[in-house]
T-cell receptor, first 114, second 111 residues
Framework: DAGVIQSPRHEVTEMGQEVTLRCKPISGHDYLFWYRQTMMRGLELLIYFNNNVPIDDSGMPEDRFSAKMPNASFSTLKIQPSEPRDSAVYFC????????????FGSGTRLTVV | TQLLEQSPQFLSIQEGENLTVYCNSSSVFSSLQWYRQEPGEGPVLLVTVVTGGEVKKLKRLTFQFGDARKDSSLHITAAQPGDTGLYLCAGGAGNNRKLIWGLGTSLAVNP
């Protein structure tokens, strides 16, 4: 298994531009999570899906952030318009519903908004 | 609000030394996980503990869940440079899939 695949690995964009981050979860996993990691705040859960349905988006900072999961093998996190304070590493993770909790994380997208 | 506090925040030791890092909370968790994160990568799950007092061993790593399921510790014996990384603990409550994360302990093992 190739694991959770995220793209791009690095993204540098100008303030005000739209940014789209992509994630392919592990096949068979029915939960997908989007996290943001910064030095100051650590890992913050933005949103998670179960069977492609958004369950909890209370961590999404504001309306500039949106996430979709059109099918079991693909999810996007979009920021429009982007701001410098959005600079962080964004992780996607997936897991099975059964058994003890345990996430498999992707390698992350390092976003820099200048 | 549930919080997980990890200590120490930073730790730099020599190869061969032993160390213990801690994960503490005032809340009860149904499970607690430990992850290791290397630079430029996502966290990787090391272990999950679910029973109060439970001890799990993974080679030179020993994980313990507190009797009251509010705290956990990670002990590394004879640390090696390959153990370098950010160690994160995360607590789960009930059937909620939202984990509560600590800020991590950044460990550097020097050759």
């Amino acid at each position: 298994d190739a694991g959770v695949i995220q793209s791009p690995r690095h993204e540098v964009t100008e303030m005000g531009q739209e940014v789209t981050l992509r994630c392919k979860p592990i096949s068979g996993h029915d939960y997908l999570f989007w996290y943001r990691q910064t030095m100051m705040r650590g890992l913050e859960l933005l949103i998670y899906f179960n069977n492609n349905v958004p369950i909890d988006d209370s961590g999404m900072p504001e309306d500039r952030f949106s996430a979709k999961m059109p099918n079991a093998s693909f999810s996007t996190l979009k920021i429009q318009p982007s701001e410098p304070r959005d600079s962080a590493v964004y992780f996607c993770a997936s897991s099975w519903m059964t058994g003890v909790l345990g996430y498999t994380f992707g390698s992350g997208t390092r976003l820099t908004v200048v | 609000t549930q919080l997980l506090e990890q200590s120490p925040q930073f730790l730099s030791i020599q190869e061969g030394e032993n160390l213990t890092v801690y994960c503490n909370s005032s809340s009860v968790f149904s499970s607690l996980q430990w992850y290791r994160q290397e630079p430029g990568e996502g966290p990787v799950l090391l272990v999950t503990v679910v029973t109060g007092g439970e001890v799990k061993k993974l080679k030179r790593l020993t994980f313990q869940f507190g009797d009251a399921r509010k705290d956990s510790s990670l002990h590394i014996t004879a640390a090696q440079p390959g153990d370098t990384g950010l160690y994160l603990c995360a607590g789960g409550a009930g059937n909620n899939r939202k984990l509560i994360w600590g800020l991590g302990t950044s460990l550097a093992v020097n050759p």
